[in-house]
């Protein structure tokens, strides 16, 4: 009877602890989370968007696990009675210059086979009336769901057939051991003779304790969010992005109304100075020292210092952040947000500056690591879970 032990109790960890107990219904499944509740981090603090893959390059895993985790997760969440809606989204172009961007966007999504409508701006405005759009690209299968509630359900489905999810258990080493791996913690060893790595904004850390040397450091970006007002809400019916810009490595502010029916707004992104900073004033010494000695942070901030000083000023005055909302919806004004939170994005870097841009897995003996899981992991976590499971096979 093998035994798997999943270290990080996110929404990918927890998918792949239920795949376990889908495939091996013989084995044993321990998840480790060093907090007192799952979906502590990336999980609980995202828009709980169900992405439908537009962004991501044809063929790559981005673009097919994204796809078939939208359908799959709608299928979860109808399964097991959690609230999700397919709400569509509309990306949108507010001036001439990003029409060619907008265009490429509709062209990639036709390549990933979904179902786009581009539209001028007054069909657009049928869909979302205060929205200030010249062109729009129409993206019907987005929909929205609550992530945190989705690893509760996991986590039971887990318990249910034999599983361990332990709370507040800290990793704290790894050892080869024969054929096994000893997963030391602060309640006592764990023995693995399979061992899944979805720490996180702690993946690499992981990694590393296990001897292996990744190419690629987390480097923590915080994503503020603002939430309309309750009497403000009716200025946006789904969701409603900018046509991001390739030169840069985030989406953008957008709007998103939430199942709960409240519409948040952001995120923006900064550098966090802590793997788990929520704010300026988290700040973590041995985090920043980790940030600061690894050369691939330096050489991006070269090529992007401008936009993260933009984002900066947009992260310390609401002003600012209204104004780039009244882009997308120009009706809204700095009286009509008001604070809703941060997450912290953990954002994989290799050495030469260059984001991980794909989901990015590496093995080892007994031993799958998932280093970079960023948007769409959530959409994707059933089907990064299969992908995970099948490393032991092969």
């Known amino acids: 009877m093998a035994r798997y032990v999943v270290i990080g109790g996110g929404i990918v ?19 480790l989370e060093k907090e007192p509740r799952v979906a502590a981090h990336q999980t609980g603090h995202n828009s709980g968007v169900i992405h439908a893959g537009v962004y991501y390059r044809p063929g790559s895993l981005k673009a097919t696990m994204c796809r078939s985790g939208q359908a799959s ?33 509709h062209e990639r999504s036709l390549a990933n086979g979904l179902p786009v409508t581009l539209l001028d701006g007054d069909r657009a405005r049928e869909y979302e009336p205060h929205v200030a759009a010249v062109e729009a690209l129409h993206v019907a299968s987005t929909g929205i769901v609550d992530y ?3 690893c509760r359900v996991l986590a039971d489905l887990v318990v249910k057939v034999g599983g361990e999810v332990r709370l507040g258990v800290r990793v704290t080493g790894l050892r080869r051991d ?9 309640s006592g060893d764990v023995v693995a003779d399979r061992l899944v790595n979805c720490a996180g904004l702690h993946s690499d850390r992981i990694a590393r304790l296990a001897g292996l040397s990744p190419d690629a ?15 403000r809400r009716d200025l946006v019916n789904g ?28 995120p923006n992104a900064v550098l966090a100075l802590a793997r788990e ?57 700095t009286a009509d947000i ?57």
């Open 178 to 186: 024969g054929a096994t791996t000893v997963v030391q913690t602060t």
């Open 277 to 333: 900073g929520y704010g300026w004033s988290r700040i973590r010494p041995r985090d920043v020292v980790d940030e600061v000695a690894w050369p691939g942070l330096w050489r991006l901030a070269r090529r992007h210092w401008a936009y993260g000083l933009t984002e900066v000023r947009r992260s310390l005055s609401r002003t600012r952040f209204a104004a780039s909302l009244a882009r997308l919806v120009p009706e809204l004004t």
């Open 73 to 105: 997760m709608l299928e979860f969440c109808a399964e097991h009675g959690i609230a999700a809606r397919v709400t569509g989204k509309l990306i949108v172009a507010t001036d001439s210059a990003e029409l060619p961007r907008l265009r490429a966007l």
């Open 148 to 150: 945190a509630e989705v």
């Open 13 to 31: 960890g927890l998918a792949t602890a239920h795949r376990i107990t889908l495939d091996y219904p013989d084995a044993t499944v321990t998840v």
């Open 217 to 231: 450091r987390i480097i923590p970006f915080r994503g503020e969010y603002f939430e309309l007002r309750e009497d």
């Open 338 to 394: 008001v604070p809703s939170g941060a997450g912290v994005r953990a954002q994989a870097i290799r050495a030469d500056g260059a984001l991980v841009d794909d989901f990015l897995i590496e093995r080892a003996p007994g031993q799958v690591h998932v280093l970079n899981a960023p948007s769409p992991a959530a959409t994707s976590s059933l089907e990064i879970a299969r992908h995970i499971v099948a490393q032991f096979d092969e």
């Open 239 to 266: 969701l409603i992005y900018p046509v991001p810009d390739p030169q840069f490595p985030f989406l953008g502010v957008h709007l998103t109304r939430m199942v709960d029916g409240s519409v948040h707004a952001g």
